[in-house]
Nanobody, 123 residues
Framework: QVQLVESGGGLVQAGGSVRLSCAASGRTFSSYVMGWFRQAPGKEREFVAVITWNGGRTYYADSVKDRFTISRDNAENTVYLQMNSLIPEDTAIYYC????????????????WGQGTQVTVSS
């Protein structure tokens, strides 16, 4: 069982940066694949980024590639999402999620979810 709590969201101007954190409870955090997803009003939840259990591989949605960076600190049971060059289209609730075994881009494949943190980018 893993419990996830996101933090770091807020209001930021276009072109600015925000770093989201996701703190996990549980002794087996280091064995989980961790993903970030987002959901804008009226839209479905979409994949943003994912990182393997040891941080060795990362993958990104095309819409955030070269602007966002996912990382993790297994000693601190935390995964991060550094978001740079933000645009209004990045406005959404951001969720972290955990799953075992393999990387996946589909939200339904993830077993554990945080409550989400709002990121609003003003133009």
């Amino acid at each position: 069982q893993v419990q996830l709590v996101e933090s770091g969201g807020g209001l930021v101007q276009a072109g600015g940066s925000v770093r989201l954190s996701c703190a996990a409870s549980g002794r087996t955090f280091s064995s989980y694949v961790m993903g970030w997803f987002r959901q804008a009003p009226g839209k479905e939840r979409e994949f943003v980024a994912v990182i393997t259990w040891n941080g060795g591989r990362t993958y990104y949605a095309d819409s955030v590639k070269d602007r966002f960076t996912i990382s993790r600190d297994n000693a601190e049971n935390t995964v991060y999402l550094q978001m740079n060059s933000l645009i209004p289209e990045d406005t959404a609730i951001y969720y972290c999620a955990a799953k075992e075994d393999f990387i996946d881009y589909y939200a339904l494949k993830y077993d554990y979810w945080g409550q989400g943190t709002q990121v609003t980018v003003s133009s």
